[in-house]
């Protein structure tokens, strides 16, 4: 859409502001950090023209400040030597681009096909292998013609998962304030993911997560938003046919979308039913003993899955039961888990995954990565709060990621799914019960 209309204003390599001391010259990853693929995991926020600064006096701002932010999070101006270490030495830096959109801001924001809402990225980056010499973390500032803007970041998942992507948006939007006379301290992020979770010594070492083939040709990624009344609704409706009191939020619709894809893959292949997993990504820094602080950088996940065989157990009540059972199990087994005990727990689960990927093939998986609650819609770089806040589409066949609504109650939940499939799921009656396209 908007892609045709993209003028490139500037891009710049940006240093941290001060060289990385003898000690911070190389960052060794940890042990869940060996297991994900060095891709881009990409996030944007969209800002409505409030009379804030001019785009040169934004793009001084934010050039200074992201280089501050940069000495904090020195790792990301690093690059990947291999699947153990982080070059830090002489930092070579993180990318920033500037560009022009001859749109306004709602055309792009607003819609739910976003693939047109990935202008706001640099092209084709969006959950992109990384190479050997890219920068590991890339940020652009788009203007909009409305006077509008959206800053993104693509940042590697090699070294940040959600927590981190979240916090250093905050880092960065509080650096940039700081500078025009905000007196906040700035958090100091920690970098012991290695201490707490030691990796495996040997740089050969693959990520476990199998292939990951971003923007497959056959895929489309659509955002369904789910309103606080409507989730209301929803709740009412799974503790009425369940007996679950207070499901969460999460809960209820990551079943509903599992619900209506599949039914959405059966009608357009009706002899394809076969059985299917359904994968919740879950952080677990507050499941540790002792806890691990929200501003340990990396990668921190879990998973839990919920199978699902039989036809019976695709009927909603079915679904949602299922994963509130799994959940359930994994909080009671996790609940102030010990470093020691996570690695190894870790380590066991790499045979299952293994014995899981030779069954892909007569496997149907749906996986989740909820990052609700987590505060980017508070992330203001002197231009206010964001109006709407997107993941990239990741094009990634059945990789669902939820954030929260505009108005921190709702859920926002971003679906990837075959275009045939998308076709039938996106008029699923039951669906747009509750669910909203844009």
Known sequence: MASSRLQLISKKIIKPSFSSPPLFRSHKLGLSD?????????????YPNKQHNSSSQSTVLLEKSFSKVLASYYPLAGRAIDNLNIDCNEMPGATLIEAHVDCKMSQVSSNPNLSDQNVVFPSGMPWRTI??????????????TCGGRSLSLSMSHKVADGQTLCNFARDWADATNKQQGDKK???????????ILPPIEDPSFKPQFGSFQANEPNSITKR???D???????????????????????????????????AAASM???????????????????????????????????????????AKDFSYPGLVSELNKAKVQFYDKFKGVTAKDLRQEIINSLEQMKMMSSREASLDQYICTSMCKYPFYNVDYGWGKPERVIFGASGVKNFIMLIDGQNGEGIDAFVPLEKKVMDVFERDPELLQFASSG
Do not use: W
């Open 268 to 310: 357009v292949d009706p002899n394809s039913s076969k059985p299917s997993i359904f994968t919740q990504v879950v952080n677990m820094r507050p499941f540790m003993n002792p806890i691990v602080s929200s501003n340990t950088i990396g990668n921190f996940l879990n998973f839990f899955g919920a199978p699902f065989r039989d």
């Open 131 to 144: 190479k050997h010499d890219e920068s590991l973390l890339v940020a652009q500032l788009t203007h909009f």
């Open 224 to 226: 369904f938003v789910f």
């Open 185 to 195: 301290p700035l958090p100091y992020p920690q970098f012991n993911n290695a201490t």
């Open 34 to 46: 060996q297991l994900m693929n060095n891709v881009y995991m990409p996030i944007a926020f969209f």
């Open 228 to 262: 606080p009344s409507k989730l209301i609704q929803l709740k009412a409706k799974v503790s009425a046919e369940t007996g679950i009191t207070n499901p969460s939020r999460v809960e209820v619709v990551t079943a509903l979308i599992h619900k209506c894809a599949r």
